[in-house]
């Protein structure tokens, strides 16, 4: 039987002598390899470690350019265990281009115009394209009639739940945002049958600037990696 041996990393907060757990960190340095150990693997055969410096904290490892442009000192990428798997943060603008957005229409009040909401984000695997479409539920299949299985283009862009109409009567203009059944009932974890087919992009809470995906399989988190890495070492 193989053997596994953990490094095992806590800090305490002691205040009047009591102690508080204040955070854990824990890796694999032995016989195994954890979801953290494998992301800084792959990273450094795509050669990542030569443009960006590595800072490592008790919370998270984050990735820097060793040469950034004038201000910019944000991290490129971010990993932090947690306990339902390996969150990895990359800044927003880097991730949108690839991910598909459902929103909806709604109306803002004080300027009585057209407005939209952002439900949630998905990256959809591009290796699972085709079981993702053929795994959504019935009530949102319609919204997917423009992407074809099979095909070589990936998912994303914008979907809405909703439709809206713009009215105009002499000079003044104002827009009806219909009603949805699919908008009212719309959870992010509920589009798909198939959880290992997308992740969902929620927000980096303790970097704003960035949106952040849990991996919980080695197989995603190869295919993540890959696919993201090499987009942000290209980009300028």
């Not at 596994?4 to 305490?12: A, E, G, H, L, S």
């Not at 929103?103 to 004080?110: A, D, F, M, N, R």
């Not at 407005?115 to 394209?129: H, V």
Request: hydrophobic content about 35%; charged content about 25%; some cysteine.
């Amino acid at each position: 039987m193989s053997k596994t041996i953990y490094d095992v990393i806590q800090r305490f907060e002691v205040e009047k002598g009591v102690p508080r757990l204040i955070s854990t960190n824990i890796q694999v340095i032995e016989g195994g390899e954890d979801l953290m150990s494998l992301a800084a693997n792959l990273l450094k055969k795509l050669g990542f470690y030569d443009k960006f410096d590595e800072k490592r904290t008790s919370q998270y490892i984050g990735y820097r350019l060793k040469n950034p442009r004038k201000g910019d000192k944000r991290y490129q990428l971010v990993l932090a265990q947690r306990k339902e798997g390996l969150c990895i943060s990359i800044p927003q603008d880097r991730l949108e281009p690839y991910l598909l957005k459902i929103k909806s229409h709604g109306v803002i009040q004080e300027q009585g115009v057209r407005g939209e909401n952002l439900k949630a984000s998905y990256w959809i695997l591009p290796s699972k394209k085709e079981q993702f479409l053929n795994s959504i539920k019935g009530e949102y299949w319609h919204l997917f009639e423009n992407f074809e299985t099979g095909g070589q283009s990936e998912i994303k862009g914008e979907i809405y739940l909703n439709s809206y109409k713009d009215y105009e009567n002499f000079a003044i203009d104002w827009v009806v945002v219909f009603p949805s059944e699919i908008l009212d009932e719309f959870q992010a974890d509920t589009l798909s049958n198939d959880p290992q087919s997308y992740l969902i992009v929620n927000s980096d809470k303790l970097f704003p600037y960035a949106g952040q995906v849990s991996i919980s399989s080695c197989e995603v988190l190869e295919e993540f990696i890959g696919y993201f890495a090499k987009i942000i070492m290209e980009a300028k």
